[in-house]
């Protein structure tokens, strides 16, 4: 694809030729620095070479199967847009759940303090610290990488947001919170969809405790056993996790003397996130 001096109307129908014609419109979009209302009123505006060679390049990576949000850099979240790398992990509309059920229970409370572990780009924490303004919100990751993507979108959207480097609680000695909410890696390492749907370019540790021949629940253990330290009584305890680990998580949570616990289901009917209360 030779775009260099053609219009951008003439780029996008080929660059349609080889991504998805969405895909193809916003890389342009991004590249040129134009709109959809420019692609359809002015398509002879031409590409400079630099315009022209970038977008080859991005075509041709999204054509490699690499995620749009890495090649644009960013992703939306709800009403939000958000900075992403390869660092962190695309937000997903599954996660919505654990969103809600976290803002939910932290509204019928006057000040609460909530924490976000592995909180990655730091969507949960900065949605719910928007969701919560009276809230203190606090985001724990160990990827200093990750963390740098989360205080840029903190920055953007609730400066307020704590942000700390650790291992889980590690940061947080002493601290009692009203709500703990978690997206944890929890896909069995080597699950064979680790190795489609541009999986491959998203941070392996944030998806899988890259434990060979287990049973990809070794993070929520981690965090279900500390748990009890960290929440103040009555404090609630949420964790996503895989389409058929709900009823190993829920035993998990029994078996350290949680109560209410149950499970909740994603738009797509599947047990999404399971929680439980310190009793």
Avoid: K
């Amino acid at each position: 694809m030779d775009a260099a001096g053609a219009g951008i109307g003439a780029a996008w129908r080929a660059a349609s030729q080889r991504i998805d014609r969405l895909d193809a419109r916003l890389l342009i979009e991004q590249v040129c620095g134009v709109t959809h209302a420019d692609l359809i009123a002015r398509p002879e505006t031409p590409l400079t070479p630099a315009q022209a060679a970038l977008l080859e390049s991005l075509v041709a990576r999204r054509a490699g199967g690499e995620p749009l949000a890495y090649l644009t850099g960013r992703a939306w979240f709800r009403d939000l847009e958000f900075l992403v790398t390869p660092a962190v992990l695309i937000p997903r509309p599954e996660t919505e759940l654990l969103v809600n059920l976290a803002a939910e229970r932290a509204q019928r409370l006057e000040t609460p303090r909530i924490l976000d572990l592995g909180t990655g780009s730091g969507i949960v924490a900065i949605t719910l610290a928007r969701l919560c303004p009276f809230a203190a919100v606090t985001g724990v990751d160990f990827s200093p990488e990750a963390l740098a993507v989360a205080r840029a979108n903190a920055e953007r959207h609730a400066p307020d947001v704590r942000l700390l480097a650790g291992d889980w609680y590690a940061p947080l000695a002493g601290e009692r919170f009203d709500l703990i909410v978690s997206n944890p890696p929890y896909v069995v390492f080597g699950d064979p969809h680790l190795e489609r749907d541009g999986l491959p370019f998203e941070p392996q540790c944030a998806l899988t405790d890259g434990i060979a021949g287990g049973d990809g629940l070794a993070c929520v253990r981690s965090i279900v056993r500390g748990a009890r330290a960290h929440l103040e009584a009555d404090g609630w305890l949420l964790i996503e996790h895989g389409y058929d680990q709900a009823e190993r998580v829920q035993a998990l949570l029994l078996a350290h003397d949680f109560g209410e616990i149950r499970s909740w289901q994603d738009f797509a009917g599947i047990d999404r996130v399971t929680g439980g209360r310190r009793q």
